[in-house]
């Protein structure tokens, strides 16, 4: 064990050179930790010439990332290029094929593909570890995989998308909509190359579908979350939360219930005082709950060069120490299928919708809502324009499907000018 | 590695009856998850015949833990009978000289004498591992050890008893004295045999020096802890700090300075919007400082057989996937002696003293603060009885050296009405 672990780091972005500035100024204090130098044999990348601040000479370069997978001289291949397909793929593959351990931070990857992906590290022998994918720098994996083993995992939370928690914290922060600082985030480059993967929840999502595999021991499933992004969250919903003591946060929730697997990632609102209420910015949280040891609430940077290459080296480092297990938690073909299952446990509701200017409208919302069984907690009518009246109601707690009844049976009507928002109220 | 993984639990209270019920309840999800059984060889205890709930039958029995521990049957000897000494460190001892690997729970043992027993371990090619020992369910070991690996740690803080969260807690809730609520935390068995180790602060100066050690490379230095209990804490303390804004902890502080290494365990004032100032009860958190990771929190129950329970397993699963690495996260021959460096951090502090009832007491005490070099932000001069006067003063930021000469000079000038009280503000 006092060979090197020779590495194949292929993309040189942030957490890329992240990686490559730890080995290189920790080398020592690695070397201590797990026994035996980590060194890195080659890198890949788009560009070679690019000035990156740190000279490549001394690494060797392969133009095409799955060249760098198969090369003789790295044990383990980093992947950090991301794509749920293309090259990082097809170069993972590759790396395992060659019998080469996958050390990657891609979620949309493991999301979609992870099932299979595992399927292959474990016929190889080989290992793939994620840690980085989700929520940045804080070790949940580690966390559900090792340090909560002993549990049957009953709930996982979180808030694991920073740029989401930016928007919706500096909307309140600047009042301003959320177009604003929506153009204010792509400008800072808090943002996707395809700011639908942030906003619409789907990076979040992607990392929701991981977590519940280990949780619960099922395959990977992306598609049975229930998926909701934040593009329609105004700031008066911001301001509506904020007068009840509430925040709104993009909130996923993975839970095995007696009909199936509930995974929803949806923007919901919490309550001020709470763990998730008072998380601004960019940070995460992933709150575990297990039969044996209750709640663990874990806090963090969700992104950003040094937590990101953190969770990467911690990977990087277990496997030096030649520490291997199954990819997500139990050997891939013990892993379930889980049967999608939408949550059926009545919460309260935040309703914002806006009325047509006509005699009646208020009337005929609160008699639908009635007949659907949806009662009425507070409601609030604001100031109107010419056309139409904003109102907003929250609900005492009702089942999603009552309420779903209620809004189908508006839409008929032509009282509601535009599309009713309606979000969880979570009680933490 | 198909083999079963055969332990000898050694201590049958609310932890040991844990860790049997969980591997009574979850054998075949600990089997899926770590890939061969957990079973349990035999046990040992004070009494054979104490009703527990669960039957013992089916388990080996020892009287003596040193025979448990060398029983040809045991792989893993599990030590939950606690005590810095004695029966937990004969038999850990004799578990490392028959070849066993070791988990414990025992925080005073370690602290005390956890370079000796990873210098044994080591030398004998045995791990020990520790989880439960600090902060209870919490995976703050595996967060340090593994989850870390990649960064240097900068600083390390905690809230990690308890006891005295509770007690600090509930004096503010209840509005009651220190005494008052000692005693009610004592009669619902809240404290330690000896209550001295928890409100004196030893128990949580105990996780604090193993933390520190596994952090910063050095050997685990108990002794060179600055050690104040919340004994002196009252309530007028708890009061005056809400009406400032802050909330009284007693907090664990570590981190490596330019004149050694800096570990305190003292009461403080912390902002009560900070999420150490929002901890209620008997839960911990663990704030971790890296330099790339920034900073982590973790936020769990500290005790309690189920949170405890979950940390045993966690390393009993680690064991039984093959993970094995030295005890402090670095070869214990590579770990070096620390000085211990009291902090010089300038700090703003809190002060309460009892002014004998005379006139120009208070110009004394503020003039002698004067003369020190330390400067006044806030004072108040209570209500008085008739023989003193209570004052609290919270001070610019200052040394604590400078403090203290000014407490030293008040000593001998007959002003004061008993010794003062002075907690460090911390602005997390």
């Known amino acids: ?93 590759a790396a395992l094929a060659a019998g080469k351990d996958v050390v990657t931070a891609n979620k949309a990857m493991l999301a979609v593909h992870g099932q299979t992906l595992a399927e292959q590290a474990e016929a190889a022998g080989r290992v793939i570890r994620y840690e980085a994918a989700v929520a940045g720098g804080i070790p949940v994996i580690k966390t559900l995989v090792e340090g909560l083993a002993g549990n049957g995992i009953t709930r996982v939370m979180g808030v694991m998308n920073g740029s989401c928690n930016y928007i919706l914290t500096r909307m309140e922060d600047a009042g301003k909509s959320y177009q604003e600082i929506f153009a204010e985030a792509e400008g800072l480059g808090y943002l996707e190359a395809d700011p639908q993967l942030d906003v619409g929840g789907i990076d979040a999502a992607h990392k929701l579908a991981i977590l519940s595999s280990i949780a619960f021991g099922t395959k990977v499933d992306f598609n049975g979350i229930q998926l909701e992004g934040i593009e329609r969250i105004s700031i008066d919903d911001i301001r509506a939360a904020a007068d009840m003591g509430y925040k709104i946060k993009l909130l996923g929730v993975a839970q095995a219930t007696g009909r199936g697997l509930e995974q929803r990632m949806q923007p919901c609102l919490v309550p001020e005082s709470s763990p998730l209420g008072q998380l601004d910015g960019g940070t995460n949280m992933v709150v575990i709950e297990g039969d044996a040891v209750g709640q663990i609430v874990l806090r963090g940077p969700g992104a950003g060069e040094g937590p990101t290459a953190s969770a990467v080296m911690a990977d990087v480092c277990d496997i030096a120490r030649g520490w291997r297990g199954p990819v997500f938690g139990q050997a891939a073909s013990a892993l379930v299928t889980p049967t999608p299952a939408f949550s059926q446990a009545p919460a309260p509701y935040y309703l914002r919708m806006a009325l047509v200017d006509k005699p009646g409208a208020l009337a005929k919302i609160a008699t639908l809502l009635g007949e659907a069984g949806v009662s009425i907690y ?51």
Chains 1, 2 share one sequence.
């Not at 920790?26 to 797990?34: D, F, G, K, M, Y």
């Not at 324009?385 to 189908?408: G, N």
């Open 1 to 93: 064990m006092t060979q090197p672990l020779r590495l194949g780091i292929a993309g040189l972005g942030t957490v890329g050179m992240g990686v490559l500035r730890i080995i290189r100024q920790q080398s020592a204090l690695l070397e201590a930790r797990v026994g035996r130098p980590i060194v890195i044999s080659a890198v890949s990348a788009r560009s070679r010439d690019k000035d990156r601040g740190i000279p490549l000479t001394s690494y060797g370069w392969e133009d095409d990332p799955v060249a760098l997978a198969r090369r003789e001289d790295v044990d383990v291949f980093v992947e950090l290029m991301g794509g749920e397909n293309g090259a990082a793929k097809t170069a993972t593959e």
């Open 378 to 428: 507070r409601m609030r009518q604001y100031e109107h324009s010419d056309v139409s009246a904003p109102v907003l109601i929250v609900t005492h707690k009702t089942s999603r499907a009552a309420l779903d009844q209620a809004l189908e049976a508006m839409e008929g009507t032509g009282v509601l000018a535009g599309q009713p928002v309606a979000l969880r109220i979570e009680e933490l």
